[in-house]
């Protein structure tokens, strides 16, 4: 976790202005989800730059490992959920993209997906992923390959289109979209919990004269490792120059994390 009150104060020193000056928590809001979600695309990058390393036998071991340490620090996002509960589907032909084919189950993706990893029919079926409608054309009509209860296949769009159908519990277990978390403890939930109702934000009192001081139970922390937070406060040091054509902040964005 990182404490945007933290991220606020070093951006707000770089910029050499205080809280009257250009980096307002306005402004300073207003980048943070695309701050957020730059750098959390950068944790898949980074996986698969482990993952060529393992794959040509460079890779370090142990504790040492980058793969290790790639799956460490994703398992934070991996959500188990179940996006049906025993219930009876209707059947359909998915929009006229198969023809012939009418026996599916059509399930709305969860809320905040990012990537998915697996789904499974009850305890123990596992579903095939299939993300071309080609392919699964080819799938669903052909004598050998076409799906049963046993070997199911789902086809990923804008919804979950599982084949045949089926009135059985539906898992997915997915990486979730990075939100924000706690920066103090409020009513059940404890300091650094995961608040998937909002992204990151900085919330401040204002106490007269232009003084402002930040406001921990308003504030939403960043949902990132807190070894990001270097690259979060460069992120945003990049944006706020661009936008303030402040060379002196790009350049500060610009060079390489220490």
Do not use: W
């Not at 392919?135 to 086809?155: C, F, G, H, M």
Request: charged content about 25%; hydrophobic content about 35%.
């Amino acid at each position: 976790m990182i404490s945007v009150i933290e991220v606020f104060n070093n951006v707000r020193d770089i910029a050499n202005k205080d809280q009257r000056g250009f980096i307002t928590p306005e402004m300073f809001n207003s980048m943070l989800p695309t701050v957020q979600n730059s750098l959390f695309k950068r944790l898949y990058d980074y996986a698969v730059e482990a993952r060529t390393l393992r794959a040509r036998n460079i890779d370090l071991q142990g504790a040492d490992s980058m793969l290790l340490r790639a799956k460490d620090l994703l398992s934070e996002y991996i959500v188990s959920e179940a996006i049906q509960t025993a219930a009876t589907t209707t059947t359909e032909d998915p929009e006229g993209r198969v023809t012939g084919f009418t026996d599916v189950t059509q399930l709305d993706k969860p809320e905040h997906l990012n990537k998915l990893i697996s789904v499974t029919i009850g305890e123990k079926t596992q579903v095939d992923l299939v993300y071309n409608t080609e392919n699964i054309s080819r799938i669903l009509n052909s004598n050998l390959s076409a799906p049963t209860d046993s070997y199911p296949v789902a086809l990923i769009s804008t919804k979950i289109e599982i084949f045949p159908a089926t009135t059985d519990d539906v898992y997915c277990v997915y990486y979730r979209n990075p939100r924000s978390r706690y920066e103090s403890d409020l009513g059940d939930f404890k300091r650094g919990d995961v608040d998937m109702t909002t992204t990151p934000f900085y919330s401040a009192n204002s106490v007269g004269n232009g003084i402002v001081i930040p406001n921990p139970l308003a504030c939403r922390n960043f949902d990132l490792p807190a070894e990001l937070q270097k690259e979060v406060v460069k992120e945003i040091c990049t944006m706020m120059g661009v936008a303030l054509r402040d060379p002196l902040i790009v350049n500060y964005g610009s060079q390489p994390t220490s």
